[in-house]
């Protein structure tokens, strides 16, 4: 979306309910006012102030404000790194299937390849998977592993 008014954000969130169903069981925001509406319209979850305005849901709503717990970075980080390589790619937002794919090959190159200087310049891999030993060409090697 081009911008956060409320009815864009239902438009989205009753998007990801479709796709989802039941499953989700909590939904985490930052600190827009306009949520709280938002989610009881597109979760159907119930008004503190109205308790038989809607039906009582189990979805929780967890509200993290960035300034206040520093937990915005690494995701916006990711977004940055996202939007600089998806930019440059013309019919990239046409296609969901080639968004998929791209998108993989992105979090395995975010997690497989990519040194981030908050883990001592390792990968995600590296400090998750130890045993994992990839050679200088990990795509070459990642791929081999996923052959067997």
Same mark, same amino acid.
């Given at each position: 979306m081009r911008n956060r008014t409320n009815e864009n954000l239902i438009k989205v969130m009753k998007r990801a309910k479709f796709? !989802?169903?039941?499953?989700?069981e909590i939904v %985490? %925001? +930052?600190?827009?006012?306009?949520?709280?509406? !938002?989610l009881r319209k597109a979760f159907s979850l119930q008004s503190p102030y109205h308790a038989s305005s809607? %039906?009582?849901?189990? *979805? !929780?709503?967890? !509200?993290v *404000?960035? +300034?206040e717990r520093g937990f915005n970075y690494p995701i916006e980080r990711l977004h940055n790194t996202i939007r600089e390589r998806t930019k440059v790619m013309r019919g990239f937002h046409g296609c969901i299937e080639s968004a998929h794919v791209i998108m993989k090959g992105l979090e395995i190159n975010y997690n497989f390849n990519r040194k981030h200087m908050s883990l001592g310049k390792k990968t995600p891999a590296e400090v998750a998977i130890p045993q994992l030993e990839l050679g200088a060409n990990k795509w070459l090697d990642l791929i081999k592993i996923s052959k067997v």
């Open positions: 796709k !989802v169903g039941e499953q989700v %985490t %925001t +930052d600190g827009l006012r306009g949520y709280p509406r !938002v809607r %039906t009582k849901s189990k *979805i !929780v709503h967890n !509200v *404000i960035a +300034d």
